[in-house]
Protein backbone atom coordinates (compact mmCIF):
# COMPACT_ATOMS: atom_id res chain seq x y z
CA UNK A 1 0.00 0.00 0.00
CA UNK A 2 1.19 3.42 -1.40
CA UNK A 3 1.33 6.31 1.14
CA UNK A 4 2.87 9.68 1.36
CA UNK A 5 5.95 8.51 2.28
CA UNK A 6 6.37 6.80 -0.94
CA UNK A 7 4.90 9.37 -3.06
CA UNK A 8 7.45 11.59 -1.72
CA UNK A 9 9.89 9.36 -2.77
CA UNK A 10 8.91 9.80 -6.37
CA UNK A 11 8.31 13.50 -5.66
CA UNK A 12 11.71 14.39 -4.64
CA UNK A 13 13.53 12.14 -7.31
CA UNK A 14 12.63 13.58 -10.18
CA UNK A 15 15.67 15.54 -11.89
CA UNK A 16 14.01 18.06 -13.90
CA UNK A 17 11.99 20.31 -12.17
CA UNK A 18 13.18 22.79 -9.26
CA UNK A 19 13.03 22.56 -5.50
CA UNK A 20 10.68 25.98 -5.58
CA UNK A 21 7.69 24.55 -8.39
CA UNK A 22 7.82 21.19 -6.46
CA UNK A 23 7.20 23.19 -3.25
CA UNK A 24 4.70 24.78 -5.34
CA UNK A 25 3.13 21.61 -6.22
CA UNK A 26 2.70 20.34 -2.71
CA UNK A 27 0.87 23.92 -1.82
CA UNK A 28 -1.65 23.35 -4.75
CA UNK A 29 -2.77 20.13 -4.66
CA UNK A 30 -1.96 19.44 -0.73
CA UNK A 31 0.42 16.56 -0.84
CA UNK A 32 2.48 14.77 -2.83
CA UNK A 33 -0.14 11.62 -3.45
CA UNK A 34 -2.44 14.05 -5.36
CA UNK A 35 -0.09 14.78 -6.97
CA UNK A 36 0.83 11.70 -8.57
CA UNK A 37 -3.07 11.07 -9.11
CA UNK A 38 -3.73 14.33 -10.93
CA UNK A 39 -4.34 14.00 -14.76
CA UNK A 40 -1.96 15.58 -17.18
CA UNK A 41 -4.39 17.94 -17.92
CA UNK A 42 -4.66 19.36 -14.65
CA UNK A 43 -0.85 19.40 -14.41
CA UNK A 44 -0.80 21.88 -17.59
CA UNK A 45 -3.09 24.26 -16.54
CA UNK A 46 -0.64 25.59 -13.75
CA UNK A 47 1.41 28.24 -14.53
CA UNK A 48 5.05 28.53 -14.09
CA UNK A 49 5.86 24.67 -15.29
CA UNK A 50 7.38 24.10 -18.29
CA UNK A 51 7.14 21.71 -20.95
CA UNK A 52 10.03 19.38 -19.25
CA UNK A 53 8.59 19.86 -15.93
CA UNK A 54 5.23 18.55 -17.38
CA UNK A 55 6.83 15.70 -18.74
CA UNK A 56 9.36 14.97 -16.09
CA UNK A 57 5.94 14.54 -13.53
CA UNK A 58 3.82 12.59 -16.18
CA UNK A 59 6.30 10.87 -17.11
CA UNK A 60 7.49 8.89 -13.76
CA UNK A 61 4.10 8.12 -12.78
CA UNK A 62 3.68 4.34 -12.40
CA UNK A 63 2.36 2.93 -9.59
CA UNK A 64 3.93 -0.65 -10.01
CA UNK A 65 7.37 0.96 -10.27
CA UNK A 66 7.23 3.10 -7.19
CA UNK A 67 5.73 -0.19 -5.38
CA UNK A 68 8.87 -2.03 -6.53
CA UNK A 69 11.20 1.04 -5.36
CA UNK A 70 9.51 1.54 -2.17
CA UNK A 71 9.98 -2.76 -1.43
CA UNK A 72 13.41 -2.44 -2.47
CA UNK A 73 13.83 0.38 0.00
CA UNK A 74 12.25 -1.50 2.88
CA UNK A 75 13.61 -5.31 2.34
CA UNK A 76 17.22 -3.24 2.31
CA UNK A 77 16.34 -2.03 6.28
CA UNK A 78 16.29 1.56 4.68
CA UNK A 79 14.03 4.08 5.89
CA UNK A 80 12.36 6.95 4.37
CA UNK A 81 12.08 10.53 6.67
CA UNK A 82 9.36 13.29 5.58
CA UNK A 83 8.94 16.63 6.74
CA UNK A 84 6.70 16.15 9.60
CA UNK A 85 8.28 13.07 11.31
CA UNK A 86 9.75 12.90 14.59
CA UNK A 87 12.83 11.83 13.41
CA UNK A 88 13.56 14.80 11.12
CA UNK A 89 16.04 16.85 12.68
CA UNK A 90 14.19 20.23 13.54
CA UNK A 91 16.81 22.32 12.82
CA UNK A 92 17.39 20.67 9.59
CA UNK A 93 14.00 22.79 8.40
CA UNK A 94 16.27 26.19 9.11
CA UNK A 95 18.30 25.48 6.19
CA UNK A 96 17.78 26.48 2.41
CA UNK A 97 16.11 23.95 0.41
CA UNK A 98 15.31 21.34 3.29
CA UNK A 99 14.69 17.99 2.02
CA UNK A 100 11.40 17.06 1.02
CA UNK A 101 12.88 13.47 3.03
CA UNK A 102 15.89 11.60 3.51
CA UNK A 103 16.60 7.92 3.52
CA UNK A 104 18.35 6.46 6.29
CA UNK A 105 20.14 3.04 6.87
CA UNK A 106 21.04 2.86 10.62
CA UNK A 107 19.86 4.17 13.45
CA UNK A 108 16.86 6.73 13.30
CA UNK A 109 17.49 7.80 16.76
CA UNK A 110 20.28 9.24 16.91
CA UNK A 111 18.65 11.87 14.53
CA UNK A 112 17.27 13.16 17.57
CA UNK A 113 20.41 13.46 19.66
CA UNK A 114 22.95 16.43 19.98
CA UNK A 115 24.88 16.98 16.99
CA UNK A 116 28.15 18.56 16.00
CA UNK A 117 29.87 18.36 12.46
CA UNK A 118 33.56 18.10 11.80
CA UNK A 119 34.54 18.62 8.29
CA UNK A 120 37.57 18.92 6.63
CA UNK A 121 39.82 18.52 2.67
CA UNK A 122 40.49 15.61 1.47
CA UNK A 123 44.04 16.22 1.35
CA UNK A 124 44.85 16.23 5.28
CA UNK A 125 48.12 16.18 6.41
CA UNK A 126 48.73 13.67 9.32
CA UNK A 127 48.39 16.38 11.93
CA UNK A 128 45.07 17.51 10.84
CA UNK A 129 43.96 13.44 10.64
CA UNK A 130 45.20 13.15 14.07
CA UNK A 131 43.03 16.43 15.14
CA UNK A 132 40.09 14.99 13.62
CA UNK A 133 40.21 11.56 15.01
CA UNK A 134 41.17 12.99 18.50
CA UNK A 135 38.44 15.64 18.07
CA UNK A 136 35.85 13.38 16.95
CA UNK A 137 36.65 10.75 20.13
CA UNK A 138 36.89 13.05 22.53
CA UNK A 139 32.84 14.74 21.18
CA UNK A 140 31.31 11.09 21.36
CA UNK A 141 32.71 10.51 24.96
CA UNK A 142 31.43 14.04 26.24
CA UNK A 143 27.70 12.75 24.42
CA UNK A 144 27.68 14.34 20.49
CA UNK A 145 26.74 12.80 18.11
CA UNK A 146 29.74 13.73 15.57
CA UNK A 147 28.11 14.42 11.70
CA UNK A 148 30.66 14.80 8.69
CA UNK A 149 30.45 13.50 5.07
CA UNK A 150 32.14 10.44 4.80
CA UNK A 151 34.88 11.59 2.22
CA UNK A 152 38.94 10.78 2.47
CA UNK A 153 40.63 12.81 4.53
CA UNK A 154 39.27 15.05 7.58
CA UNK A 155 35.97 13.45 7.58
CA UNK A 156 36.95 10.09 7.20
CA UNK A 157 39.43 10.56 10.30
CA UNK A 158 36.45 11.97 12.25
CA UNK A 159 33.91 9.28 12.07
CA UNK A 160 36.49 6.57 12.79
CA UNK A 161 37.61 8.96 16.24
CA UNK A 162 34.27 9.01 17.05
CA UNK A 163 33.84 5.38 16.66
CA UNK A 164 37.10 4.36 18.30
CA UNK A 165 35.19 6.33 21.11
CA UNK A 166 32.54 4.19 21.06
CA UNK A 167 29.85 6.79 20.40
CA UNK A 168 27.70 7.40 17.45
CA UNK A 169 28.56 8.90 14.12
CA UNK A 170 26.20 10.64 11.33
CA UNK A 171 27.48 10.67 7.42
CA UNK A 172 25.69 12.82 4.87
CA UNK A 173 26.49 11.21 1.57
CA UNK A 174 26.51 12.99 -1.67
CA UNK A 175 24.82 9.51 -3.18
CA UNK A 176 22.48 7.22 -2.68
CA UNK A 177 22.61 4.85 1.27
CA UNK A 178 23.23 1.58 -1.23
CA UNK A 179 26.40 3.31 -2.23
CA UNK A 180 29.94 3.94 -0.76
CA UNK A 181 31.80 6.20 -2.10
CA UNK A 182 35.03 6.29 -2.05
CA UNK A 183 35.11 2.89 -2.54
CA UNK A 184 38.06 2.38 -0.21
CA UNK A 185 35.55 3.61 3.05
CA UNK A 186 33.43 0.24 2.50
CA UNK A 187 34.59 -0.60 6.01
CA UNK A 188 34.24 2.36 7.49
CA UNK A 189 30.48 2.76 6.08
CA UNK A 190 29.64 -0.69 7.88
CA UNK A 191 30.46 0.58 11.25
CA UNK A 192 29.06 4.02 10.89
CA UNK A 193 25.85 1.90 9.94
CA UNK A 194 26.11 -0.03 13.25
CA UNK A 195 27.27 3.15 15.64
CA UNK A 196 24.80 5.91 14.09
CA UNK A 197 23.46 5.88 10.47
CA UNK A 198 24.22 7.00 6.99
CA UNK A 199 21.44 9.54 5.26
CA UNK A 200 20.95 11.02 1.68
CA UNK A 201 18.00 12.81 0.00
CA UNK A 202 19.16 11.02 -3.30
CA UNK A 203 17.53 7.49 -4.37
CA UNK A 204 19.42 4.55 -2.74
CA UNK A 205 21.08 3.11 -5.54
CA UNK A 206 21.92 6.86 -6.83
CA UNK A 207 25.70 7.56 -7.95
CA UNK A 208 28.59 10.13 -6.42
CA UNK A 209 28.10 13.50 -8.60
CA UNK A 210 30.04 16.56 -8.11
CA UNK A 211 27.25 18.43 -8.21
CA UNK A 212 25.64 16.61 -5.55
CA UNK A 213 28.19 17.30 -2.57
CA UNK A 214 28.00 21.51 -2.31
CA UNK A 215 24.49 21.11 -2.07
CA UNK A 216 24.71 17.97 0.75
CA UNK A 217 26.69 20.34 2.53
CA UNK A 218 23.74 22.39 3.75
CA UNK A 219 22.55 19.12 5.47
CA UNK A 220 25.87 18.89 7.28
CA UNK A 221 26.01 22.68 8.54
CA UNK A 222 21.95 23.07 9.08
CA UNK A 223 21.50 19.52 11.20
CA UNK A 224 23.98 20.56 14.28
CA UNK A 225 24.56 23.06 16.54
CA UNK A 226 28.13 24.12 15.28
CA UNK A 227 30.33 23.32 12.76
CA UNK A 228 34.33 23.03 12.70
CA UNK A 229 36.56 22.96 9.89
CA UNK A 230 40.02 20.88 11.35
CA UNK A 231 41.96 21.47 7.66
CA UNK A 232 41.01 23.30 4.78
CA UNK A 233 42.28 24.76 1.87
CA UNK A 234 41.01 28.12 0.40
CA UNK A 235 38.72 27.03 -2.13
CA UNK A 236 36.82 23.66 -1.16
CA UNK A 237 33.99 21.79 0.14
CA UNK A 238 34.37 22.58 3.97
CA UNK A 239 34.63 26.18 3.42
CA UNK A 240 31.11 25.78 1.35
CA UNK A 241 29.97 23.97 4.53
CA UNK A 242 31.10 26.75 6.81
CA UNK A 243 29.31 29.67 5.19
CA UNK A 244 26.23 27.72 5.04
CA UNK A 245 26.48 27.06 8.79
CA UNK A 246 27.22 30.65 9.38
CA UNK A 247 24.11 31.86 6.87
CA UNK A 248 21.82 29.00 9.64
CA UNK A 249 23.00 30.96 12.45
CA UNK A 250 24.82 28.38 13.28
CA UNK A 251 28.80 28.48 15.30
CA UNK A 252 31.25 27.90 13.39
CA UNK A 253 35.11 27.03 14.78
CA UNK A 254 38.52 26.33 12.94
CA UNK A 255 41.58 24.42 13.88
CA UNK A 256 44.76 26.62 13.62
CA UNK A 257 47.12 25.03 11.44
CA UNK A 258 50.76 25.31 10.23
CA UNK A 259 51.01 28.69 8.25
CA UNK A 260 53.32 27.58 5.38
CA UNK A 261 51.06 24.29 5.19
CA UNK A 262 48.04 24.74 1.89
CA UNK A 263 45.51 22.58 3.97
CA UNK A 264 45.43 24.82 6.73
CA UNK A 265 44.87 28.29 4.28
CA UNK A 266 40.99 27.55 4.36
CA UNK A 267 40.97 27.50 8.55
CA UNK A 268 43.28 30.24 9.39
CA UNK A 269 41.45 32.51 6.89
CA UNK A 270 38.40 31.42 8.70
CA UNK A 271 40.04 32.97 12.01
CA UNK A 272 41.05 35.79 10.42
CA UNK A 273 37.72 36.15 9.05
CA UNK A 274 36.26 35.78 13.23
CA UNK A 275 35.40 32.19 13.36
CA UNK A 276 35.82 30.50 16.85
CA UNK A 277 39.61 29.02 17.38
CA UNK A 278 38.98 25.71 18.64
CA UNK A 279 41.85 23.92 19.89
CA UNK A 280 40.09 21.13 21.93
CA UNK A 281 36.98 19.58 22.46
CA UNK A 282 35.62 21.84 25.20
CA UNK A 283 35.83 24.90 23.29
CA UNK A 284 32.96 24.06 21.68
CA UNK A 285 30.90 22.01 24.41
CA UNK A 286 28.90 25.09 25.60
CA UNK A 287 27.72 26.37 22.12
CA UNK A 288 25.98 22.57 22.05
CA UNK A 289 25.12 22.55 25.16
CA UNK A 290 27.29 19.23 26.93
CA UNK A 291 28.97 19.46 29.99
CA UNK A 292 32.53 18.39 29.88
CA UNK A 293 33.03 14.35 31.10
CA UNK A 294 36.14 14.41 33.34
CA UNK A 295 37.60 11.02 32.93
CA UNK A 296 40.02 9.59 35.67
CA UNK A 297 43.42 9.65 33.93
CA UNK A 298 44.62 6.25 32.15
CA UNK A 299 47.73 6.10 34.07
CA UNK A 300 49.50 8.51 36.38
CA UNK A 301 52.90 9.80 34.40
CA UNK A 302 56.38 9.79 35.91
CA UNK A 303 58.45 12.91 35.51
CA UNK A 304 60.22 11.84 32.38
CA UNK A 305 57.09 10.33 30.72
CA UNK A 306 55.19 14.12 31.87
CA UNK A 307 58.58 15.53 30.25
CA UNK A 308 58.01 13.85 27.00
CA UNK A 309 54.29 14.33 26.94
CA UNK A 310 54.52 18.02 27.69
CA UNK A 311 57.09 18.32 24.90
CA UNK A 312 55.29 17.19 21.89
CA UNK A 313 51.71 19.01 23.17
CA UNK A 314 49.80 17.93 19.87
CA UNK A 315 52.50 19.42 18.02
CA UNK A 316 54.23 16.36 15.53
CA UNK A 317 57.70 15.72 16.20
CA UNK A 318 59.91 12.54 15.49
CA UNK A 319 61.92 11.07 18.14
CA UNK A 320 65.43 13.06 17.28
CA UNK A 321 63.50 16.02 18.36
CA UNK A 322 61.68 14.73 21.05
CA UNK A 323 65.29 13.74 22.73
CA UNK A 324 66.73 17.28 21.66
CA UNK A 325 63.98 18.84 23.57
CA UNK A 326 63.72 17.06 26.40
CA UNK A 327 67.66 16.50 26.90
CA UNK A 328 66.77 12.53 27.97
CA UNK A 329 68.92 9.64 26.57
CA UNK A 330 67.47 8.56 23.05
CA UNK A 331 66.86 4.92 24.26
CA UNK A 332 64.72 5.95 27.56
CA UNK A 333 62.88 8.57 25.20
CA UNK A 334 61.64 5.88 22.79
CA UNK A 335 60.69 3.70 25.62
CA UNK A 336 58.53 6.52 26.84
CA UNK A 337 57.00 7.14 23.65
CA UNK A 338 55.97 3.06 23.52
CA UNK A 339 54.45 3.35 26.87
CA UNK A 340 52.69 6.55 26.15
CA UNK A 341 51.32 4.66 22.92
CA UNK A 342 50.27 1.65 24.80
CA UNK A 343 47.92 3.58 27.23
CA UNK A 344 46.60 5.87 24.52
CA UNK A 345 48.39 9.26 25.47
CA UNK A 346 50.16 9.68 22.15
CA UNK A 347 50.03 8.37 18.37
CA UNK A 348 52.73 7.55 15.94
CA UNK A 349 52.07 9.34 12.70
CA UNK A 350 53.43 8.29 9.31
CA UNK A 351 57.36 9.41 9.09
CA UNK A 352 57.74 8.32 12.76
CA UNK A 353 56.41 11.22 14.14
CA UNK A 354 54.29 11.46 17.28
CA UNK A 355 52.02 13.51 18.39
CA UNK A 356 49.63 13.56 21.92
CA UNK A 357 46.12 12.69 22.25
Given at each position: ?????????????????SYRKKEMLLRLFGSAEELFKASRSQIERIKGLSEVNINDICGERNEDKLKKYAEKVYLGGIEYIIKGSNYYPELLLECYEPPF????????????????????TRKATSYGMAVAHSLGKEFVKNGAVVVSGMADGIDSASHRGALEGEG???????????VCYPKTNNILMKKIIQNGCVLSEYPVDERANARYFPYRNRIIAAMSMATIVVEAENKGGSLITANLALDFGREVFAVPGNITSRASEGTNSLIKAGAGVLTSAKDAFSTIGIDEKVEE???????????VYDCINSEELTLDEITYKTGLDMTEVHLILLNLEMIGSVKRLPGSKYISI
Open positions: MLGENEYMMWLSALGHTGFYVKGDKEVLNEQKISLVGKTIAVLGCGVNPKKHLENNEKL
